[in-house]
Nanobody, 113 residues
Framework: EVLLVESGGGLVQPGGSLRLSCAAS????????MSWVRQAPGKGLEWVSS????????YYADSVKGRFNISQDNTRGNLALQMDSLATEDTAVYYC??????WGQGTQVSVSS
């Protein structure tokens, strides 16, 4: 069973940075896509970024391109999201997902002055 646990959320001022982590366990797949998805208060899920295990191809939503960076470490499935130049509209619960099938519990990111 794959388990995903996010961490690293918190309160930051506009223009600040945060780094989210997603620790994976029980991962056995050799080819997979890991993603970050967020949900702002009162809104639906919004895809943020994805990375493929083979070739480390990365993809970003236009709203975060140039500000966020997705990466994965050598431990299979572990994921990170470096978020810079944060804005109030980035406030949301951030979830990591494995192939869109397994989801973590989420971590809250709040951007406010």
């Amino acid at each position: 069973e794959v388990l995903l646990v996010e961490s690293g959320g918190g309160l930051v001022q506009p223009g600040g940075s945060l780094r989210l982590s997603c620790a994976a366990s029980g991962f056995t797949e050799s080819s997979y896509v890991m993603s970050w998805v967020r949900q702002a208060p009162g809104k639906g899920l919004e895809w943020v970024s994805s990375i493929h295990s083979r070739g480390s191809n990365t993809y970003y939503a236009d709203s975060v391109k140039g500000r966020f960076n997705i990466s994965q470490d050598n431990t299979r499935g572990n994921l990170a999201l470096q978020m810079d130049s944060l804005a109030t509209e980035d406030t949301a619960v951030y979830y990591c997902s494995a192939c869109g099938k397994v989801w973590g519990q989420g971590t809250q990111v709040s951007v406010s002055s």
